[in-house]
């Protein structure tokens, strides 16, 4: 197994971290707006009614980021305001070839 398909099997290993990364593929984000994009709500639902009904913690997305971090597949986007408050995060170059590493091996899941 090479480098970047252990990297690519990191990612997929984790639901949150799998999600954080797709995430970041689109572009960059802050921790509370990719918990928000990848919660799971259903529009009206309740959630003690509707167990289906999730909502991601920004602790769970901050943990993914600092373990993508780790690896070198995320960085901290430069800014140009220094007291910017919001951390804005974004696939590193290397990040960007597992990205690519994954889709090749979900399409040889799905053949």
Partial sequence: MTDMESLAFFVMDGYIRKKTFERLKEGHSTPSYIAKDIGHHKKGAR????????????????????????????????????????????????????????????????A
């Fill in 47 to 110: 959630r003690s009614i509707d167990s289906s009904c999730r909502s991601t913690h920004i602790s769970s997305v901050s943990r993914a980021l600092k373990q993508l971090k780790e690896k070198e597949l995320v960085e901290m986007a430069p800014s140009n305001i220094k007291r910017l408050r919001n951390k804005f995060y974004m696939l590193t170059e290397k990040g960007r070839e597992v990205s690519k590493k994954i889709d090749d091996i979900e399409k040889i899941k799905k």
